[in-house]
């Protein structure tokens, strides 16, 4: 019976020490083996020996990319005003070994130093350009920080500031500054509207008044057109009508016609004129009327006898 739990104990100290012996690293991490508190090897992912009491595994690291808060703190800007500033660390580590013996706490010592280097990238701006630089700022942080955990064993990948906070005071000073630009901002806008408007309305009168006098002139000429068209057309017909009576004097009996004509034409007018007059005037001499009188008669007594 002593045989057979001496066996049983055996072969529990016998699995005890295989599965002592046995280290499973998981994926993406690092074990630090120490032999007699030295250090040993780095194991990777997979299945390891350890050889128990001789050999330990000292440190356990994630490679994988770390994100580390950088805790609030206030910074003062090239131009006096106080900021509270936050931001995140991501970073990773690529030496297991120098990040076990580099440094007692990488994390720690990552996160001030990125404290200490973002209070001095604030610092070289103003506050306007605080807000407008941050990328140039993330990148300053993460060069420098980079440089100094490199004995480390440490690559800082990126550095985001999350929020850039300034005091109340400036807040509100802030806050008149943009409310004055934004009036300013208006007032420029409604004058620029003020002259364009007005000098939309000084072109449309001035091409109001260059189609009006446009139009004028077209008038005028379009009536001394029709008048000189008219003139003519009249100088035309009396030259024609002249034409024509000429052409009835040279006819036989055509004085005769035309001075018998004349005297109708100048009968009627004296008799309108003395019937409009209170008193008979006579225009001609009697010896003109009497001649004019016997040159007529003749044709009259022909005209007559037929």
């Excluded at 950088?70 to 297991?96: A, F, K, W």
């Excluded at 440094?103 to 990125?114: D, K, P, V």
């Excluded at 064993?153 to 990126?158: A, E, F, Q, W």
Aim: one cysteine or more; glycine letters at 6%.
């Amino acid at each position: 019976m002593a045989v057979i739990i001496l066996s049983y104990l055996l072969a529990f100290f016998v699995l005890f020490i295989f599965f002592k012996l046995l280290r499973i690293v998981p994926e993406q991490e690092a074990f630090v083996i120490e032999q007699f508190g030295k250090y040993k090897k780095t194991l990777k992912s997979g299945l390891h020996l350890v050889i128990p009491i001789i050999q330990r595994v000292a440190y356990k690291h994630t490679l994988k990319e770390e994100v580390i808060d950088v805790e609030p703190q206030v910074c003062i800007t090239s131009d006096n005003v106080q900021v509270t500033v936050d931001g995140i660390l991501y970073l990773r580590v690529t030496n297991p070994e120098k990040a076990s013996y580099g440094i007692e706490n990488y994390r720690h010592a990552t996160a001030y130093l990125a404290k200490t280097t973002m209070r001095s990238e604030i610092g070289r701006l103003e506050l306007d350009k605080t807000f407008s630089e941050r990328d140039m700022i993330n990148n300053s942080i993460v060069k420098a920080v980079d440089e100094a955990s490199d004995p480390w064993g440490i690559k800082v990948t990126r550095y985001e500031l999350r929020d850039i906070s300034p005091a109340e005071t400036t807040l509100k000073a802030m806050e008149q500054q943009m409310r004055a630009e934004r009036e300013k901002r208006a007032e420029i806008l409604t004058s620029e509207g003020v002259k364009i408007s007005r000098i939309n309305i000084s072109k449309g009168e001035r091409e109001a008044a260059i189609n009006l006098s446009r139009g004028e002139r077209q008038k005028r000429i379009n009536e001394a057109e029709g008048k000189a068209g008219a003139i003519g057309s009249l100088a035309e017909a009396t030259a024609q009508s002249i034409r024509e009576v000429a052409e009835a004097i040279n006819q036989e009996k055509g004085r005769e016609a035309m001075n018998l004509q004349i005297v109708e034409e100048y009968i009627e007018t004296l008799g309108e004129v003395l019937k409009q007059s209170s008193s008979s005037v006579l225009p001609l001499e009697e010896a003109g009327l009497k001649g004019l009188l016997d040159s007529v008669l003749p044709v009259l007594k022909k005209g007559g006898t037929k």
